[in-house]
């Protein structure tokens, strides 16, 4: 790893990161010309690009409202706290914790593996007329769980509902599976609370 005590003396110039965050290291953050990325700035840069970025937010509208707390638009701060975190190969996630809020904070963010992440998704971007995990075939209906990068099928069923209510079972296995699993309470104790929508939240 690059070493990132190097002293930017540009650090007094630097401009604010779309009008909101503040670039206050007094080392170096990145190289484009190495395409090096301090990884600290990397995950912050990131955040504050998810929630003020117009052109991100034209085409990842599902943001729309979101927002980074007054304490982490100064990147060192929240660079202090990520370093506490264990966060190597990891998500910066915020909706674990603080299911349905708009706001990254210390209180609502945690690093988790990208296959919670994707375990946990709804995917409505992609499900078209029927709810996360079933599928039409023929006159029936497939329900399927991804995780780990793999369909776990669930049979065929004779309804949207059915097909449905056997994806949220096999879900919720696995997420207290994997909640047991872990060393982090809050991560835990979040995993075993998760509330997966009804079949009318989802279809709505």
């Known amino acids: 790893m690059r070493d990132m005590k190097e002293i930017d003396p540009q650090n007094s110039r630097r401009k604010l990161i779309h009008k909101v965050g503040i670039n206050d290291a007094d080392y170096v953050t990145q190289i484009p010309a190495e395409k090096w990325r301090c990884p600290y700035y990397d995950r912050w840069a990131s955040m504050i690009q998810r929630c003020y970025d117009p052109k991100y937010l034209v085409a990842n509208p599902s943001y729309a409202g979101h927002s980074v707390c007054e304490e982490w638009h100064s990147f060192m701060t929240f660079r202090e706290w990520m370093m506490e975190q264990d966060w190597e190969g990891k998500h910066l996630d915020k909706d674990i914790l603080g299911k349905g809020t708009k706001i990254y904070s210390p209180e609502t963010c945690i690093f988790v593996h ?17 709810p996360t995990g ?39 296995e696995i997420i207290k599976e994997i909640a047991n699993e872990q060393s982090d309470e809050r991560l835990k104790n979040a995993l075993l609370e998760w509330k997966i929508n009804s079949y009318e939240e989802e279809i709505a």
């Open 114 to 130: 990208p296959n919670i992440n994707v375990l946990l998704a709804t995917n409505k971007k992609t499900k078209g007329a029927y």
């Open 134 to 172: 079933v599928y039409a075939r023929g006159n029936r209906f497939r329900a399927k769980v991804n995780y780990k990068g793999k369909g776990i099928g669930l049979g065929t069923h004779p309804t949207p509902e059915e097909a449905y209510d056997a994806y949220v079972e096999k879900k919720y």
